[in-house]
């Protein structure tokens, strides 16, 4: 099992940039993949940003592709999401997720067991 904290979240002005972390307990991070996922108000759950175990593949939503840039150091337990050219649209809570699978980066929130919290990201315009 793997206890999710996401932070770095906040208040940006558009074209602005953040950084989001989430720091998993236990000595078994390496062996999931990786998500990040946001939800808006009124809207579903939604894909943002996936990464392997070794880092060496990733997938991203259309939306933030060329903008967001999801990384992983597996000695401190911890993925990153790098957001750039933040637009009022990204407005969101973003959640980071962990799936006990076999590498494959899966966009669908069903297949990820483990969740954090979540952390409010507002874009002004």
């Known amino acids: 099992q793997v206890q999710l904290v996401e932070s770095g979240g906040g208040l940006v002005q558009a074209g602005g940039s953040l950084r989001l972390s989430c720091a998993a307990s236990?000595?078994?991070?390496?062996?999931?993949?990786m998500g990040w996922f946001r939800q808006a108000p009124g809207k579903e759950r939604e894909f943002v940003a996936g990464i392997n175990q070794s880092g060496g593949s990733r997938s991203y939503a259309d939306s933030v592709k060329g903008r967001f840039t999801i990384s992983r150091d597996n000695a401190k337990n911890t993925v990153y999401l790098q957001m750039n050219s933040l637009k009022p649209e990204d407005t969101a809570v973003y959640v980071c997720?962990?799936?006990?699978?076999?590498?494959?980066?899966?966009?669908?929130?069903?297949?990820?067991?483990?969740w954090g919290q979540g952390t409010q990201v507002n874009v002004s315009s």
């Open positions: 236990g000595r078994t991070f390496g062996y999931y993949v």
């Open positions: 997720a962990a799936d006990a699978g076999f590498g494959t980066i899966m966009e669908v929130p069903e297949k990820y067991q483990y």
